[in-house]
C-alpha cells in the first residue's frame, strides 16, 4: 500500500549516528583555543626533548660568551658564566615537563581509585576515606612539600620531588573523581551489572571507571599545569630541583636577581612555564567543553 | 544554625588533630635537626649532641614527642626549637599577624574584582569583555605566583628609580623607622607596603574565582527560575540584582574557603619575593634546620587557618541558602 | 471583534555553529478571549519555541519573522522594557519543572509577591495578603502558613501550584501552560490540572496548553493545534482531531494513546523514527521518512495546511482526502 519508490529520500532526513569518541574528537576539534594549546604544546615538548639533541650547546657546556643578551648564537642569551640560556631553558623545561607528568600520573591514578572506591562503597568507609581528603587538603601543600623536600628524602632526585607533589595533589582529584561516581552510582547501568552478579572490583574497573573517565582526563589534565607550578614553587624556594641539575622553576629562581640587568634569563624560563600551563589549561578546558558540553544560551 | 556550627566544628576537631600528627611527623621524620652538630669540623663534642637530643626530647618516639608536644601547645607552650633561644610561640604570634594581613587582604580584592569580572563577563557572554577577561584569567593562572611578584617588584623599582622617589614599597612588611612613627603614619606604612604583595598574591585566585563566578552565573542565568521571574514581567535589572546575582554568589562562599591553604602557601612565596618577615620566613627557617617544634606549630596554625575559614564558610552557606539550614 | 492573540506566519530561526536551526516554521493561529487551545507535538516541534516568542523571551540570537499581535497590537520589535510591562499582567507563562521554576533561597509568598509588585504599586503586606488569596485560589492548603514556605519544603504538585498562582497573580488576559502535568506524577496531574481551572475561572483568561499528551488536551482545551517540525500540520476543534483526524502524524499520536473506549483495538500503535532534524531541512514533507502512506509527491512538495471538510479543520497533508475514516491500525500496521 504504501510508495516505495519515495523511500531512499528517506535517509536524507536522518542523523548519522556517531560514537561517543568521535562525538568528543568533534568537540574538542571545534574548541580553537584548545586545539591551537595542543598544537603549541607539541612544540615546546619538541622543543625540550628533540631541541637537545640539535643544539650545539648541552646545558652544562661553558662558553666564552659572558653575559650575553639574546643573538643568533646564542637566541636566548647567555648567564654570567657563558651557559648557553637556551639549552639550559631545554634541560629545565624537560625536567619540569617530566615533573609535572609524573605529579599528574601520581595523583590522578591514587585519587581516582579513592575516589570511585569511597563513592562506591559509601558509608562508613566513604566517610573515613574523606575524613583523610580532608585531613591531606588542610595543610598548605607547598608548605608540606617544602618541609619534606628541604631534608633531600630521596636525594633531591626529580622523582622524589614528584612523589611528594604527587602525595599531596591526589586528594582534589579524589573529591572530583568521588562525586562522578555518587551520581554514576544511582544510574541504571550498575543496578544492572550489580543485578548480574558482578564483582565491585569489577563494577569499578569496567563500569565505573570508563564512564567516569572524561571527568578524570580533564582533572588529569588540570592536575599537569598545577604540578608544573608546583615544581617550580618549590624550586624557586631552594627545596625542589638541586643544580647541577636544573628546571624551569631553579633557572628563574637563581636568575631573580637578573631581572632588571639581564632579563633574558629570567624571562624566557619564565615564559615557558606560563606557555605550559597556559597551553594545558586550555587543553584542559577544551576537554571538559568536549566531554560535558551545555550548550545553552541565555536571553539578555 | 548554633547547633549546626558547633556539629561543623565537632567535626573538624579530629580532622584537625590528624593532620597536626601527620605534619609533626613528617617533618619529624624526614630530617635530623642535630645533622649539621654531628658533620661539624672539628666533630663537636658527644655530651653536646646528648644535650642536645634531650633538650630536643629526640630520644623519645614519634608518639611521645607529638603528645608533649600538642600537650604544650594547648598549655601555650610551643617547645624547644633547634635555635636554643628562639621562642616558638612569640614568634609564630607575631609573624600570623604579618602574614594573615596580607592573606585577608588579598583574599578581599581578589573576591571584590572575581565577583565584577565574573558578573560581568557572564552577562555579557561572548563580548570582547568575556573574551578579554576569561583571556587574562587563563594567563594569570598559568603564571606561578613569585614570577608575577618579580615582574611587579621589578617594574615598582624601575618606576621608583625613574620617578627619584619611592613610591612603590619593594622590601620589608614595614620600614626601617616604623615604630617612631605615629599612629597614622604606621597605618600609612603598613598599607603601602602590602600594595604589591596583595596584587600579586590576589592575581591567582582572582583569575581562579572570577572563572567560578562566571560559571556559577551562567548557570543561575540559564535557569529554569530565572525564566519564570522574567516571565512574571520583572525587568531584566531586577531580575538580575534580586534572582540572579543572590543566588550565583552562594557557590563562591565554598571556593573562597576551600582555596585558604593554596592562598597560605602563595604568601608563603611572596613574601620570600618581597622580604617579608612572616610566616614565609619562619617557615623556611623551620624548615631548614629541620625543626620539628617550629614547623609544626605553623602548619598546625594553618590547620586552624583552613578549618576555620570553611567552618565560616559553611555557616554563611547556611545562612544563604535555606536548602541547608532546614537539613 | 479582534482575537486575544494572533499569531501570523511566525518564523524563528537559531543560528547555530552547525548552521541555523529554523526552530519555527510559518506558523499562524488565533487564540481568542477565554478561549483555551492546546498545541500539540513532540519535542523539538517548536511548540514551546512559538511561546517563548509571544512572551519575548528568546535569545538575543533567535532570528524571528512574522507577526505577534495582542489585542491588535505588534508584540515583535518591542523593547524588552516594554514587554516585560506585558508579561504577567498581560500574558502569564507556567512552564514545564516545578522543580526547578522557584528561586531555591526565596519564601513562595516572596515569588509570589513579586509579581504582583511588578505590575502594581501597592505596600508589600498587601501583595503577601494577595499571596495568601491566591494560594487558597489554586488549592494550597494553610495558605497563610505555606506563604512562609522555601521552595524545598514543598511537593512537585504544591510547586507546581505555586507557580499557577504566580501566573494569575496579576488577572492575566492569556494564560501560556508549557507542559505543565509533564514533570508530575500521573496522580498529581489531576489536582493540578483542576488548579489550572480554578485559576483560569478567577481570572477568565484564555489558557494556550502546550503538550505531548493528547489525554490533558481532550478535557481542557476547545480547539487543538498539531505541530510537527516547526509547522502546524493539523488544526481543528478537540472533537474534529480526535474523530475525524487527516494527518498521519495526527493519527499516529492518536494510535499511541491508550483508549479505553475502543476496547476492540488490541495494542499500542507507536509511530517509528523520530523527528527530522530542523538543521537543513531537505524539501518535501518533514514527516516523510516516518510515514507509511508515502508517495513521490510528498518529497517533492511540502504540503500547506489546507481546508478539510470545513474551514476551520485544516490539515498540512496530500492525501488528507484519503484519510477520512481512515484508522491508526490501518495507517501505521
Not at chain 1, 568537540?27 to 631541541?51: D, E, M, N, Q, W
Not at chain 3, 499520536?253 to 509511530?271: A, H, M, N, T, V
Request: charged fraction near 15%.
Amino acid at each position: 500500500m504504501s510508495d516505495t519508490a519515495a523511500r531512499p529520500t528517506a535517509e536524507t532526513f536522518t542523523v548519522r549516528e556517531r560514537t561517543q569518541s568521535q562525538l568528543v574528537l568533534r568537540r574538542f576539534l571545534r574548541h580553537r583555543a584548545a586545539v591551537t594549546s595542543l598544537v603549541l604544546f607539541v612544540v615546546v615538548a619538541l622543543f625540550a626533548y628533540v631541541g637537545p639533541l640539535l643544539w650545539k650547546y648541552s646545558y652544562t657546556d661553558i662558553t666564552d660568551d659572558l653575559s650575553q643578551p639574546p643573538s643568533l648564537g646564542h637566541p636566548f642569551g647567555t648567564d654570567l658564566i657563558g651557559h648557553d640560556t637556551m639549552a639550559q631553558v631545554m634541560r629545565g623545561t624537560q625536567q619540569s615537563l617530566k615533573i609535572a607528568l609524573a605529579i599528574a600520573l601520581i595523583g590522578t591514578v591514587l585519587g581516582a581509585l579513592w575516589g570511585a572506591i569511597a563513592g562506591l562503597y559509601r558509608g562508613k568507609l566513604d566517610f573515613l576515606m574523606m575524613r583523610i581528603v580532608d585531613v591531606v587538603l588542610t595543610l598548605p601543600t607547598i608548605a608540606v612539600a617544602a618541609a619534606v623536600a628541604a631534608q633531600g628524602v630521596g636525594g633531591s632526585q626529580w622523582w622524589s620531588i614528584a612523589v611528594i607533589l604527587g602525595a599531596l595533589t591526589w586528594p582534589y582529584v579524589s573529591r572530583v573523581v568521588r562525586g562522578v561516581v555518587l551520581s554514576l552510582r544511582e544510574q541504571e547501568f550498575i543496578e544492572a551489572a550489580r543485578a548480574l552478579g558482578a564483582g565491585n572490583a569489577r563494577i569499578i574497573l569496567r563500569h565505573l571507571l570508563p564512564n567516569a573517565l572524561g571527568a578524570i582526563i580533564v582533572v588529569a589534565t588540570l592536575t599537569i599545569a598545577t604540578g608544573i607550578l608546583g615544581e617550580a614553587a618549590l624550586s624557586f624556594l631552594g627545596v625542589g630541583v638541586q643544580a647541577p641539575d636544573t628546571s624551569l622553576g631553579l633557572l628563574v629562581s637563581i636568575n631573580r636577581d637578573a631581572v632588571n640587568t639581564r632579563p633574558w634569563l629570567f624571562y624566557f624560563p619564565g615564559l615557558l612555564i606560563i606557555l605550559i600551563a597556559l597551553t594545558i589549561n586550555f587543553v584542559g578546558d577544551g576537554l571538559r567543553d568536549a566531554f560535558d558540553p551545555k550548550q545553552t544560551r541565555v536571553r539578555q | 544554625m548554633f547547633a549546626y556550627v558547633v556539629r561543623r566544628l565537632a567535626a573538624a576537631i579530629p580532622v584537625l588533630l590528624v593532620a597536626s600528627f601527620l605534619a609533626y611527623a613528617l617533618v619529624a621524620l624526614s630530617g635530623d635537626p642535630l645533622e649539621p652538630l654531628k658533620l661539624r669540623n672539628p666533630p663537636a663534642p658527644p655530651r653536646t649532641i646528648e644535650l642536645e637530643t634531650q633538650r630536643l626530647g629526640l630520644d623519645h618516639n614519634i608518639f611521645v614527642r607529638y603528645w608533649d608536644w600538642l600537650w604544650g601547645v594547648l598549655h601555650g607552650d610551643f617547645g624547644q626549637s633547634v635555635q636554643s633561644n628562639y621562642n616558638i610561640g612569640a614568634n609564630l604570634g607575631r609573624s600570623a599577624t604579618v602574614t594573615l594581613r596580607l592573606v585577608l587582604v588579598a583574599m578581599l580584592l581578589a573576591l571584590v574584582l572575581a565577583i565584577l569580572t565574573g558578573v560581568l563577563s557572564a552577562v555579557r557572554q561572548y563580548s570582547r569583555f568575556d573574551y578579554a577577561t576569561t583571556f587574562a584569567g587563563f594567563v594569570f593562572l598559568a603564571m606561578p605566583s613569585f614570577w608575577i611578584a618579580i615582574v611587579l617588584k621589578d617594574l615598582a623599582v624601575r618606576y621608583n628609580r625613574a620617578s627619584g622617589t619611592t613610591v612603590f614599597y619593594t622590601i620589608g612588611e614595614t620600614s626601617q623607622n616604623y615604630e617612631s612613627l605615629s599612629a597614622a603614619g604606621k597605618f600609612a606604612d603598613v598599607a603601602g607596603h602590602l600594595v604589591l604583595p596583595t596584587i600579586a598574591l590576589a592575581l591567582i585566585s582572582y583569575a581562579a574565582w572570577s572563572r567560578y563566578q562566571r560559571a556559577a552565573m551562567l548557570e543561575v542565568l540559564n535557569s529554569d527560575y530565572v525564566r519564570l521571574a522574567r516571565a512574571k514581567g520583572l525587568t531584566w535589572r531586577k531580575v538580575l540584582v534580586k534572582h540572579v546575582l543572590r543566588t550565583a554568589l552562594i557557590p563562591l562562599v565554598t571556593v573562597t574557603a576551600l582555596d585558604i591553604a593554596a592562598i597560605l602557601g602563595g604568601a608563603v612565596i611572596t613574601e620570600t619575593v618581597f622580604n617579608w618577615n612572616g610566616l614565609g620566613r619562619m617557615l623556611l627557617n623551620g624548615v631548614a634546620r629541620a625543626d620539628t617544634n617550629a614547623v609544626a606549630a605553623w602548619l598546625l596554625l594553618a590547620g586552624l587557618v583552613v578549618i576555620a575559614f570553611n567552618v565560616i564558610a559553611d555557616s554563611l552557606y547556611a545562612v544563604l541558602d535555606p536548602r541547608i539550614r532546614h537539613e | 471583534m479582534t482575537a486575544l492573540l494572533e499569531v501570523d506566519d511566525l518564523t524563528v530561526a537559531f543560528p547555530t555553529e552547525d548552521g541555523v536551526v529554523q526552530a519555527v516554521r510559518g506558523v499562524s493561529y488565533q487564540v481568542n478571549r477565554g478561549d483555551a487551545v492546546g498545541i500539540v507535538g513532540e519535542s523539538g516541534s517548536g511548540k514551546s519555541v512559538t511561546s517563548m516568542a509571544v512572551m519575548g523571551l528568546l535569545p538575543r540570537s533567535a532570528r524571528i519573522t512574522g507577526s505577534i499581535r495582542l489585542m491588535g497590537e505588534e508584540l515583535l520589535g518591542r523593547s524588552d522594557a516594554e514587554m516585560s510591562k506585558i508579561r504577567g499582567s498581560k500574558v502569564a507563562m507556567i512552564f514545564q519543572d516545578p522543580l526547578t521554576s522557584l528561586n531555591p533561597v526565596y519564601t513562595v509568598g516572596t515569588q509570589i509577591a513579586e509579581a504582583v509588585l511588578a505590575h502594581k504599586d501597592v505596600p508589600k503586606s498587601r501583595a503577601m495578603k494577595r499571596a495568601v488569596e491566591l494560594l487558597d485560589i489554586v488549592g494550597i492548603p494553610n495558605p497563610s502558613l505555606r506563604v512562609n514556605s522555601y521552595p524545598h519544603e514543598l511537593s512537585g504538585g504544591m510547586r507546581q501550584r505555586i507557580v499557577i498562582a504566580i501566573a494569575m497573580a496579576n488577572d492575566p488576559d492569556l494564560i501560556i501552560a508549557d507542559e505543565p502535568t509533564t514533570a508530575l506524577d500521573v496522580t498529581v496531574q489531576a489536582q493540578v490540572l483542576e488548579a489550572l481551572e480554578a485559576a483560569r475561572k478567577a481570572t477568565g483568561a484564555a489558557l494556550v496548553l502546550i503538550t505531548h499528551d493528547l489525554g490533558v488536551i481532550a478535557g481542557h482545551t476547545d480547539r487543538v493545534n498539531v505541530m510537527y517540525a516547526g509547522k502546524l500540520v493539523e488544526t481543528g476543534s478537540v472533537d474534529e482531531i480526535f474523530y475525524e483526524p487527516r494527518m498521519p502524524y495526527t493519527l499516529g499520536l492518536l494510535g499511541s494513546l491508550p483508549r479505553i473506549d475502543e476496547s476492540g483495538r488490541p495494542r499500542l500503535i507507536p509511530i517509528t523514527g523520530s523527528p527530522p532534524s530542523l538543521l537543513n531541512l531537505p524539501s518535501g514533507c518533514p514527516f516523510l521518512p516516518r510515514c507509511p502512506k508515502a508517495r513521490d509527491r510528498c518529497a517533492e512538495v511540502e504540503p500547506e495546511l489546507t481546508a478539510t471538510t470545513n474551514p476551520r479543520h485544516l490539515a498540512a497533508c496530500h492525501f488528507h482526502t484519503e484519510l477520512a475514516t481512515a484508522t491508526a491500525e490501518e495507517v501505521f500496521a
